[in-house]
């Protein structure tokens, strides 16, 4: 019995697992920093010391991003945590294997992107060939209708089966997704001489991933955007909360205000505190929140929090003198809520509301604002909500 279990399996399973274990095998660690086993102990203590990538970013104060330049760089720290996205692509900077694929494999083998605008293609030629099977149905029951008085269902053909396709049994044909090279236009492409590539993408980090690299796991240098020396801790903290001051030149590592509700802080606190939790902390702003929470990564399965970051007053004095205007610190709406509640619904992602408590200058002193000790005096506060739907829920 066992051996028939262990044949029986089929070939596109075999493929499958292959390649799980492959894509766990790519992104197997969750953070830059590798710690391997330690191989020699001496009074108790490892001598084994963590491998260290050191990795580089420029700052960008225009788009408040850290851009990583260096495609070894950028692809590790996307494979080792998910950090950033590529400005070219959706997530994972492939648009240099795009273009590869385009030139060399002839589509054989497809990245993201690609999969997502053949499915695209595919959906919109089935609406297509449905709504001209609808049209024809109408029309031949019509016909029926004014010629023999007679009623026949739309859509059945004689034999019961059905001739208006569905999305189970409609299949692709190989005309319905064209490629947009003609055959001339690649025989012309292949007469020319091919020149090599040149990666146009970088890794854009945004300013809480690129602090937790370079405070939390010290495996990021940051550059100068002008000079390109490396900055300090000091100067990259007075940088961060500078790029959040309205101003017509900002200001990189001159002194900031000292506040406790500056937006980099704010937003920082809650990156910081899901990421050390374990979670993979991503953008959510395509699902109208702040963060998404992914428990391994988005390759693995799809994002299963979606956070929206409520910033609290300790003080409303604080508030009303404020130079910034956070978002979600006003009371919102339930109609606001709502929506937001529904849209995370349909694609199955529960929502939390995060609060994170302001610390007032009453109470702490401003001057505490010189470093990242100043987190300790925020407080971050969840509350899971979710949809009552009768009809699911009346257990």
């Known amino acids: 019995m066992s051996l028939i279990n262990q044949t029986s399996h089929s070939k596109g399973s075999f493929k499958s697992s292959s390649r799980r274990a492959e894509t766990a095998r790519v992104y197997a660690h969750p953070i830059p920093i590798i710690f391997p086993e330690p191989t020699y102990k001496f009074l ?227 990156y910081h505190h899901y990421r050390s939790l374990g979670w993979v902390v991503k953008s959510g702003i395509k699902f109208c929140v702040d963060y998404l929470l992914y428990k391994r990564g988005p390759v693995f399965q799809h994002a299963e929090f979606a956070i929206v970051v409520i910033p609290v007053y300790e003080d409303p004095e604080d508030q009303a003198n404020s130079p910034f205007t956070l978002q979600n610190a006003e009371p919102f709406t339930w109609s606001w809520l709502s929506t937001i509640n529904r849209v995370n619904s349909q694609v199955q992602k529960t929502l939390i509301l995060s609060y994170i408590t302001i610390p007032a200058e009453s109470r702490v002193s401003p001057t505490i604002l010189s470093s990242p000790a100043c987190f300790a005096h925020y407080s971050v506060r969840e509350v899971v909500l979710r949809r009552f739907i009768p009809a699911r829920m009346r257990d």
């Open 44 to 270: 108790g203590l490892s001598l084994t010391r963590p491998l260290n990538p050191h990795c580089t970013a420029v700052f960008d104060p225009l788009t408040r991003s850290a851009w990583v330049s260096n495609s070894g760089d950028a692809s590790l720290l996307w494979q080792r945590g998910f950090f950033g996205k590529g400005d070219l692509s959706r997530s994972e900077p492939s648009w240099l294997a795009r273009q590869i694929n385009a030139r060399q494999m002839k589509g054989k083998g497809l990245t993201s992107e690609e999969i997502t605008a053949k499915r695209r293609a595919e959906r919109k030629q089935f609406k297509l060939d449905r709504a001209k099977a609808i049209a024809a149905a109408a029309a031949e029951a019509e016909t029926a209708f004014n010629e023999q008085g007679r009623v026949i269902a739309p859509g059945i053909a004689p034999d019961g089966t059905r001739i208006i396709p569905s999305a189970a049994t409609w299949k692709p044909t190989s005309a319905s997704v064209l490629s947009e090279q003609t055959p001339l236009d690649v025989a012309q492409d292949e007469e020319e001489e091919i020149e090599p590539i040149q990666d146009l993408e970088h890794l854009q980090l945004s300013l809480q991933e690129a602090f937790f690299l370079v405070w939390a796991l010290d495996c990021l240098t940051i550059l100068h955007p002008e000079t390109n020396t490396s900055f300090t801790l000091a100067e990259i903290w007075n940088t961060f909360q500078n790029a959040h001051i309205p101003s017509s030149v900002p200001q990189l590592n001159a002194p900031s205000p000292p506040r406790f509700d500056n937006p980099f802080l704010v937003s920082y606190i809650a």
